[in-house]
T-cell receptor
């Protein structure tokens, strides 16, 4: 079964701290791992993504760490700001053949950054 | 502006009364899909469409119908809504094949009483 497990369900971090959200997967055929950010009243939007041939990708304060052998990947938000307060979804993408792909989402993490 | 537009944003209806949630995208994407978002369950795919007149079931299709008569539109139809379909619904579109990035609409909050 294509499944992505995400933790924690909710997270409270002080301003300036590091937020860490973890995801794990089973299917080794997943070949693309995006993270989506969702603000209240909005749809999810792509934040950052990584392919399994690299162990880390950094964009500004956001970093994905990828451990292929453990089938785990995580999102780190450095110097967390109140404006980062949102729900974060990890996801994993898999090719289904004939050009099709499927995207499976984790259950989401609600991040609250306190001023 | 590239966007996915859903309507309505909010809807309260009664059990059994047919309803349609519209979705339109202006990015010329072949792939469109519908998700429902429930607390603790994340985003679960209801139906998807690879192109005009091509639709297929996602993970939770029961109680829903879709159609894809035009490339830009992908309406979600609830023929006989039930309270367990109370949820937040998102339409999304992607370039051909549902590749990497999905662009989401702003969501439709549906309450079935």
């Amino acid at each position: 079964q294509q499944q992505v497990k995400q933790s924690p369900q909710s997270l409270i971090v002080q301003k300036g701290g590091i937020s860490i959200i973890n995801c794990a997967y089973e299917n080794t055929a997943f070949d693309y791992f995006p993270w989506y950010q969702q603000f209240p009243g909005k749809g999810p939007a792509l934040l950052i993504a990584i392919r399994p041939d690299v162990s880390e990708k950094k964009e500004g304060r956001f970093t994905i760490s990828f451990n292929k052998s453990a089938k785990q990947f995580s999102l780190h938000i450095m110097d967390s700001q109140p404006g980062d307060s949102a729900t974060y979804f990890c996801a994993a993408s898999i090719a289904l053949g004939t050009g099709r792909r499927a995207l499976t989402f984790g259950s989401g993490t609600r991040l609250q950054v306190q001023p | 502006e590239a966007q996915v537009t859903q309507n309505p944003r909010y809807l309260i209806t009664v059990t059994g009364k047919k309803l349609t949630v519209t979705c339109s995208q202006n990015m010329n994407h072949e792939y469109m899909s519908w998700y429902r978002q429930d607390p603790g369950l994340g985003l679960r795919q209801i139906y998807y469409s690879m192109n005009v007149e091509v639709t297929d079931k996602g993970d939770v299709p029961e109680g829903y119908k879709v159609s894809r008569k035009e490339k830009r539109n992908f309406p979600l139809i609830l023929e006989s809504p039930s309270p367990n379909q109370t949820s937040l619904y998102f339409c999304a579109s992607s370039p051909y094949g549902g590749t990497t990035e999905a662009f989401f609409g702003q969501g439709t909050r549906l309450t079935v009483v």
